[in-house]
């Protein structure tokens, strides 16, 4: 599946859980106002991550997820101004991923990078095989001097 018709699928599927929440309770007021960046991206390793948003308070908000790789960790319903705490799971697949949470009516969007995919070359001298690969971390301000044999 293409990271454009993931994205599709799940906004559409957001939508159509709004369209439910709204036909259900017409009349509940709604959060007065989510943060202006209303995402947030995670590598593969996955990682947790909170939305913290105001409102009247008389204002009754839930959340939900529409997918299960993304989950509420923390409360989940609430009066008034409020924070929704999450975990992303780590990414196995080879395809990116995008989640949404709905918190009081509104979209919080969670993208996700595809796993990490280790390869490594072998070569072959005869009878006996050899494998050589390089390990790096991206987080690392340089690549750290020397070489290691396993």
Same mark, same amino acid.
């Given at each position: 599946?293409?990271? +454009?018709?993931?994205?599709?699928?799940?906004?559409? &599927?957001?939508?159509?859980?709004?369209?439910?929440?709204? =036909?259900?309770?017409?009349?509940?007021? =709604?959060?007065?106002?989510?943060?202006?960046?209303?995402?947030?991206?995670?590598?593969?390793?996955?990682?947790? $991550?909170?939305?913290?948003?105001?409102?009247?308070?008389?204002?009754?908000?839930? +959340?939900?997820?529409?997918?299960?790789?993304?989950?509420?960790?923390?409360?989940?319903?609430?009066?008034?101004?409020?924070?929704?705490?999450?975990?992303?799971?780590?990414?196995?697949?080879?395809?990116?991923?995008?989640? *949404?949470?709905? *918190?009081?009516?509104?979209?919080? &969007?969670?993208?996700?990078?595809?796993?990490? +995919?280790?390869?490594?070359s072998q070569v072959s001298s005869g009878a006996?095989?050899e494998s050589a690969f390089v390990l790096t971390? !991206?987080? +690392?301000?340089?690549?750290? !001097? $020397?070489?290691?044999?396993?």
């Amino acid at each position: 599946m293409t990271r +454009a018709l993931s994205t599709t699928i799940a906004i559409l &599927t957001a939508v159509a859980a709004l369209l439910l929440a709204n =036909t259900a309770s017409a009349t509940t007021p =709604t959060i007065a106002e989510m943060p202006a960046d209303s995402s947030q991206s995670f590598s593969g390793a996955g990682g947790t $991550g909170s939305v913290a948003f105001t409102g009247p308070s008389g204002c009754s908000w839930k +959340a939900s997820s529409t997918v299960t790789w993304l989950g509420i960790s923390g409360r989940n319903k609430g009066h008034g101004d409020g924070t929704v705490s999450y975990s992303v799971q780590s990414n196995t697949t080879t395809s990116s991923r995008t989640g *949404i949470l709905i *918190i009081a009516g509104e979209i919080f &969007t969670v993208d996700q990078t595809a796993a990490s +995919a280790l390869f490594f070359s072998q070569v072959s001298s005869g009878a006996e095989w050899e494998s050589a690969f390089v390990l790096t971390n !991206p987080s +690392a301000p340089r690549p750290p !001097p $020397g070489r290691s044999l396993f």
